[in-house]
């Protein structure tokens, strides 16, 4: 599957931002997918998953009551809604897919990545 994140850009502290993920390829429903990120000089972190059917999420602690993941299998879309941004979720955010359709954490388990997209929140 290839997958396309977009949606990225520069955004004030408070703000919101939404990041979208169009997959190609494969049948999308198949996957479970999630959402990274990576700020500069850190380890590429888990922000966000969902289980292939849409009806289990999981967050980072980081994000929670904050990130809203989504997804819509007929549109081949995975959707991250960022609300009161921070600072600190500056970088370059990646979308996953793991083929057993799980909603995990484990950046291993994921088989697939797209190109990142960039979040700048400026204070």
């Known amino acids: 599957v290839q997958l396309q994140a977009s949606g990225g850009g520069l955004v004030q502290a408070g703000g919101s931002l939404s990041l979208s993920c169009a997959a190609s390829?494969?049948?999308?429903?198949?996957?479970?997918m999630g959402w990274f990120r990576q700020a500069p000089g850190k380890e590429r972190e888990f922000v966000a998953g969902i289980n292939r059917s849409g009806r289990s999420t999981y967050y980072a602690d980081s994000v929670k009551g904050r990130f809203t993941i989504s997804r819509d299998n007929a549109k081949n879309t995975v959707y991250l809604q960022m609300n009161s941004l921070k600072p600190e979720d500056t970088a370059v955010y990646y979308c996953?897919?793991?083929?057993?359709?799980?909603?995990?954490?484990?950046?291993?388990?994921?088989?697939?990545w797209g190109q990142g997209t960039l979040v700048t929140v400026s204070s």
């Open positions: 996953a897919a793991d083929e057993w359709g799980r909603a995990t954490a484990l950046k291993g388990s994921y088989d697939y």
């Open positions: 390829g494969r049948t999308f429903s198949n996957y479970g």
